[in-house]
């Protein structure tokens, strides 16, 4: 089991530009969480979404950003006009169930996508 | 709404000593509480998982504990070593992870 992959590791953008994040989960997990890590800040939650679902954004700003967990393919966290405050880490997580529905469910964390934004 | 508060901030200790990390938080209603490390300019690394009816987990040398009805949770490192220096995150609630600001740790050989 490969874990959790994000691509790419870094992204340098231009103001102005887009971004685009990518998050494989694990093998068997169809729940997707995406953290935001502003510098010397602690992780912030954006998105959880299921295949094809959008369960809770409550945590996305309004503008420019938008999340997609299609029925196949990768999860991707997509950031329209790119800002320098957009500069930060962008960690993806799954699960195999709603880590609300047991007690048990686990989040196992990717190595993060670290977006320069010049 | 969940609020996770780490305390201390910031830990420096020799080598072989044993610590406590704390970890508090506000909702009583979670479902588990995992503890997590993250190296720097990594990603985070599962440590333990309690669920919410457990009042103790254990992994090596790392010993986690929750109690709901005073919202906290500590983690117990034993014979600390160099290679434990990294920030340790504690997180709860449910389908949302909540994260505490962290506990950078450094231990000195």
């Known amino acids: 089991n490969a874990g959790v992959m994000q691509n790419p590791r870094h992204l340098v953008r231009r103001r102005g530009q887009e971004a685009r994040l990518r998050c494989s989960p694990m093998k068997g997990h169809s729940h997707v969480y995406w953290y935001r890590q502003l510098p010397e800040e602690g992780l912030k939650f954006m998105v959880y979404?299921?295949?094809?679902?959008?369960?809770?954004e409550s945590g996305m700003p309004k503008e420019r950003f938008s999340a997609e967990f299609p029925k196949e393919g990768p999860s991707i966290l997509r950031i329209q006009q790119v800002v320098r405050g957009d500069s930060a880490a962008y960690f993806c997580a799954s699960s195999p169930r709603d880590r609300g529905a047991s007690t048990t469910t686990e989040a196992f964390f990717g190595q993060g996508t670290r977006l320069t934004v010049v | 709404k969940q609020e996770v508060t780490q305390i201390p901030a910031a830990l420096s200790v020799p080598e072989g000593e044993n610590l406590v990390l704390n970890c508090s938080f506000t909702d009583s209603a979670i479902y588990n509480l995992q503890w997590f490390r993250q190296d720097p300019g990594k990603g985070l690394t599962s440590l333990l998982l309690?669920?919410?009816?457990?009042r103790e987990q254990t992994s090596g040398r790392l010993n986690a504990s929750l109690d709901k009805s005073s919202g906290r949770s500590t983690l117990y490192i034993a014979a600390s070593q160099p290679g434990d220096s990294a920030t340790y995150l504690c997180a709860g609630s449910g389908s949302r992870l909540t994260f505490g600001e962290g506990t950078q740790l450094t231990v000195n050989p």
């Open positions: 309690i669920q919410s009816s457990q």
């Open positions: 979404l299921q295949k094809e679902n959008i369960i809770d």
